[in-house]
Each structure stands twice: as structure tokens, then as C-alpha cells.
């Protein structure tokens, strides 16, 4: 699947690249392991010319930095701008001493998002995100103001990214009802390294319509197969944000390596492709701090994982998940289907009613 084969991003009728092109490193001021306005160019220039159209940034990354280096990509060519997919984020305050300098309060969001346009040197965004739950603000006060917002032709289509599944169902559902401007996607960690999100976020969006947006689909760079079990990592500046993966990653990064051996890859991309068959619209947030590492993350476009390969990844990368998953799973199946295929859900049968025909 190369990038202009576009994906229809939950619903509503915006069409994206299979992976977007995330921001978060574009500029080296402090905050980030980022690039130099230089080499995130090229990325960019890469990105697009291969039929990318999908960016996405947020107010605070290198310092909002890199929403002024996107705006000035797409200034210094014009026409360009209109036929890409920009995204960015709102919530992070960036004036300390001020409590109404961030969140998610009617005057906050309009606030930042014009400062957002400012430094983007665009007129409207294509998506905004509220970036984190904003505890002290009515969820309906959020959403009426990104709906007026929406209304004004300053942002186009809404979503949220690390809220709580109750919150985001809330937030639609007050949507839906009112008639305000729904949310199509939820920007969620997610990797094989990080799969908690299938308990309660990843159900919701499906049933919603809407997409998903993993960021960091590579665990901080412990999927991308420089991370080998006994070997030292010199190359990589993240480490020391990150730290190094624990033992019990490890025995998930060495299938990823086993299986790119064996297809003569990368983990890196096994572990984009893993997320490319996670049910629902799974669209990976790929980011690149040297144009190597983009060309590298796109092969998760052209690997071909098969029922096999996707068997063992997904048993060596279980999650637990908290109540009540595990009796939403098997069990459920099993308490409710007595033995049936249902939808392509096979169930075993409750064991006592095999030891016994009798039913009072």
C-alpha cells in the first residue's frame, strides 16, 4: 500500500495517507530529540512527494517551534498547503503564571488556536485535538466552543487524544444530541509494546466510526530494530528521555526481530504493519528525525504480515487489561454463545451444562 492510497478517516469525508507524518521532532529547540529546519524540509519534501498528505504537530512541540516551521514549509509554496491534511493540538499552557493560558475553556481553545494559525500561516485547520482531559472544564462548554469554532471555518473536523473513554463517549454523545460537530478520530497510544488501549478506547472507536491515531506506534524507537537483547545503543538520542526497554519488552521487540528476519525487513516495519491490521481505521503516526528514519518507518507499507507472523505477535504481546475486560472476552463468548460461531467469534460451551441435561 503506498501513500496515495487514502484511507477515509472515520467518519466523515476527509481521505488521508495510510500513515501520517508526525512533527514532534521538527526543530531542535529543548523539549524534544528534534531536527534541524533543514532536515525536517526534506522530510517533508519526501513525505509529500511519495503522495503523503497527512501532518500532524501540537502548540508546544521544540517550543512551537515546529508549527512555525510547517507554516513556512507551506508558505514558501504556494498551493501546496490546500492539498494537504494539517493537524495540530490544543490543551498545553505556554505562559507560566497565567491558569487560563491553556486547558480547554471556551477563551483558552480560541486563544490557542489563533495562535496556532499565526505561527502555521494557514487560515483553518484541517483536524484539532484536545491534546489531555481537561479536568476543571464542562466537557460541554469544550464542545460547543470547537463546534463555534468549526462553524467559523477556522478548524474543519474534531478529535481528542489521552481522555478517558467515558469522557470521549460523553463528549460525543453530547455532540450527537445537540447536534454539534462530532468527533472522527482519537489519537492513542498504541503499539505492540502498548496495548492497553483495546480495552476501553479502541472498542468505542470502532463502534463510533471513528479512527485511530496511534503515536509512538514504535514505543520510543524500542520497535524500530536497533534494540537487540545484550546490545549497546549509542546512536540514539532518545534514550535519554526515554530510557531503555525493560525485560519484559524485550521478549516482545525480539519476536518483532525474529519475524523481520525472516521477511527480510525491519522490526520497525512488522511493527507498522502489526497496526495496519488492527481492526477499525488504524492510521500510525510515523515521525522521522533524519530523513533515513522516514524511508525506513514507510516499509511498514509494503510488508505482507501472515496469519502466522500476526499469531505470534499478538500472544507474545497479550496485554492486561483491567476490569472488566477479561469478562467481556472468553467468557462473555462462552456465557452467551453456548458453543456457536457468531459474527466469526467461536465459544466453547459453560462446563456444567455438559455435565447435566437438567434445567429447572
Not at 519526501?46 to 517551534?65: V, W
Not at 450527537?176 to 505492540?192: C, D, N, R
Not at 524507537?221 to 524485550?250: E, M, N, Q, W
Request: proline letters at 5%; a negative charge; hydrophobic letters at 40%.
Amino acid at each position: 500500500m503506498p501513500l496515495d492510497h487514502y484511507t477515509t478517516l472515520g467518519r466523515s469525508g476527509l481521505r488521508v495517507s495510510p500513515f501520517a507524518l508526525g512533527a514532534m521532532t521538527f526543530g531542535e529547540d529543548p523539549g524534544g530529540a528534534g531536527c534541524s529546519v533543514e532536515e525536517s524540509e526534506k522530510i517533508l519534501d519526501a513525505y509529500l512527494d511519495l503522495g503523503g498528505n497527512f501532518i500532524d504537530t501540537a502548540n508546544f512541540y521544540t517550543n512551537t517551534h515546529s508549527e512555525r516551521i510547517l507554516g513556512d514549509y507551506f508558505a514558501a509554496r504556494p498551493g501546496r498547503r490546500q492539498r494537504v491534511v494539517l493537524a495540530s493540538k490544543f490543551f498545553t499552557n505556554l505562559f507560566p503564571g497565567d491558569p487560563n493560558g491553556g486547558g480547554a475553556g471556551r477563551g483558552s481553545i480560541t486563544a490557542q488556536l489563533d495562535e496556532t494559525l499565526r505561527r502555521m500561516r494557514t487560515d483553518y485547520l484541517d483536524l484539532y485535538w484536545l491534546h489531555n482531559w481537561d479536568r476543571n472544564t464542562p466537557i460541554e462548554e469544550t464542545m460547543r466552543a470547537l463546534d463555534d469554532l468549526v462553524r467559523a471555518g477556522k478548524i474543519r473536523y474534531l478529535g481528542f487524544s489521552n481522555t478517558p473513554a467515558w469522557l470521549t463517549a460523553q463528549a460525543q454523545t453530547t455532540a450527537q444530541l445537540k447536534g454539534w460537530t462530532p468527533l472522527i478520530a482519537l489519537q492513542v497510544e498504541y503499539s505492540l509494546l502498548a496495548r492497553t488501549v483495546e480495552g476501553e478506547l479502541a472498542p468505542l472507536a470502532r463502534d463510533q466510526g471513528m479512527a485511530l491515531m496511534p503515536w509512538s506506534p514504535l514505543k520510543n524507537g524500542f520497535l524500530s530494530g536497533k534494540y537487540r537483547r545484550g546490545k549497546k545503543i549509542d546512536d540514539s538520542v532518545r534514550t535519554a528521555f526515554v530510557g531503555h526497554p525493560t525485560d519484559a519488552d524485550y521478549t516482545v521487540i525480539d519476536e518483532a526481530n525474529a519475524i523481520a528476519d525472516e521477511l527480510g525487513t525491519t522490526a520497525a516495519a512488522v511493527s507498522l504493519a502489526w497496526l495496519r491490521t488492527r481492526p477499525g481505521t488504524v492510521v500510525p503516526i510515523v515521525g522521522a528525525r533524519r530523513l533515513d528514519h522516514l524511508h525506513g518507518n514507510l516499509a511498514g507499507l509494503e510488508v505482507q504480515l501472515t496469519d502466522e507472523h500476526l499469531k505470534r505477535l499478538d500472544e507474545v504481546s497479550a496485554p492486561t487489561l483491567g476490569y472488566p475486560a477479561a469478562l467481556n472476552g472468553d467468557m462473555r463468548a462462552m456465557l452467551q454463545f453456548a458453543g456457536t460461531t457468531v459474527d466469526g467469534e467461536a465459544s466453547t460451551v459453560y462446563p456444567p451444562l455438559l455435565q447435566s441435561d437438567v434445567r429447572y
